[in-house]
DNA sequence: TGCGCCGATGATAGCGCTTGCATAAGCTCG
DNA sequence: CGAGCTTATGCAAGCGCTATCATCGGCGCA
């Protein structure tokens, strides 16, 4: 019975074992098609028997390349990325990429030094879903990683932008629940860039619509099942009740009609609600929620096919992505 | 104006422009106090200058430990350990730990490719929230990475496991639940290993305490919201109906409850309802859900502590750490 | 004054892999 | 049948760090 050395073995040992060089096991490694039949079945035979696993930091710094992606958010909890970053992570992970995740908080320097230990490590993207600073595009610009901006397009975008118009997807709002009848819509949302945008949209669209004032309120950033409580208050508190509350999320949006429906209201009868991303619960709520759907696992793909072309030398797209949405009508507007 | 390279700077550039060797750069980056004073301040300068990014990969290369923990869960969306993760990689990151995160989903093959590539990766350490498969013990034993199991205390952990008594947290809310005076208990859980060990604890814990049966359902991991439409549908068709259902976890016990209430019952009079986890919607539902707590936080600190000194050199705990739970009751049962 | 020590630094040998270049067969074809 | 290819493989030079060992001034102390 051969004895297992108690190092854990190199492409060197596979080599010997197999008895090729091992310039050729890391051929076979990385792309078997390039050795011959006979040779490839000895080297798999032999990776087996030693149980070599690869080093992915040796390999790395060898091809200046990791096969690292990181995935940059704002949070876990009740993010409104949620199904979108688990659709990335599931696309990430089966194209072979290493998901490095960061938890930017709403914090430039938190952003700042998870990029910063991206870069250390080499990733080859960066996938970022959080705000922008100013500093980012110097720290960015001197490496060769790959800097994608998803869930927005904006004009002069840092890297790649794949993601939609916040405005437009504001407007198409105004415009849906303008059609509805409603005629007194109440905004809250998350204190951030986009969705400010959203609310301008919607607001300028409303106005050109021939719609009266529309009121709206701030969350913290994100906006979470648990601020319906206090938006709800806030609302019953206005001079006159909205018809409809236009909502920066789908998490909140439940939480809002949790809170309606607890002071007696009917929704969408009493008060319309509607969210924003089309998370799972969107569709599993009572009411089922009126949202917009944006395709997560489309951004996902194309996320993946940009670093591969990226990778491989192609020039990237000199225009963002622009994935669209749409809007999904249920019962809760 | 000094030129800059188009190259990204190494220890190199920034030791010449400091005047020190490179060795000397490595122990400042490292450990700062180890240099002296003004030497520290004119490399601090240096790698100002010419904006330095330490390489990961050739470091953990050379050194053999890569600053990089693996997370391993099933699933983000509506996971029972979202808040866990979530204090998970924060703490992680303020750690210096880069996180690497995979979705393992309910599948052993996933959940070892992950930790193939984990491994592959040097990390220092893999944290598990899966189930484990007999393969892994033996993946990971021959590598120097330390391998965490979190949320339960099996009988041989493959190395360190903290979490707790799932068995215990059964039989808990069982005599709570008694002691309110509820007689007809439901269960449901997830078709995971540890959901059934708090279930098994819980009926035994209810028939000593000489309650009748107990029915129980199951469902898809992970219960998440949306499985409360079919699994009110269900009690409904009970022969007879339960006064309190059990979930396994607070998502679902959430959707249960919007179930119930657009069905016209009122929670907790006519159903009571408990959840599991104490995620952030719990304390916010209305009715608030009781619930069991765990304190990831208090998980996540554990487990790095352990990375720390596992790579200190010091032996691990021989057995699990226990950190217990809390039953937080609330209004829904 | 001289010995041993310590703190600060330099020189250098790898860490395990990738890849450009060189080599050696096998083929095609006029 | 040999020039000119293509294909399969080996050789060896790094990739950018870390860590061991050696060096070299002080400095305390007998």
Redesign the pocket.
Known sequence: MAEIPD??P???DVASRA??????V??F??NPK???A??AERIRAAIAEVG?I??LL??G?????SKMVAVLIPHLVDSIFNDTIEAMVEELSSGGFTVMLGLTGVSASRTNELIRAALSRKVDAIISSGPIDATIPALVSRSTTLFIQIWELPEHPVGLAIGFSHRDAGSDMARFLMSRGYRRPHLVTADGARAGVRRDGFVEEWQTLGGGNVTHATVDIPSRFGHGRRVFADIRRLPEMPDVVVCGSDYLAQGLIVEAQAAGLRVPEDLAVVGFGNSSIAGEMRPTITTMDVDGRRIAREAIAAIRRYGEGSALPDHPIDVGFRLIARESA
């Open positions: 190092k854990v190199t492409l060197d008895g090729v060089s091992s310039a050729t890391s051929r490694v990385n390039v050795v011959a006979a040779t070599y690869p080093n040796a390999g710094l060898a091809s200046s390349r």
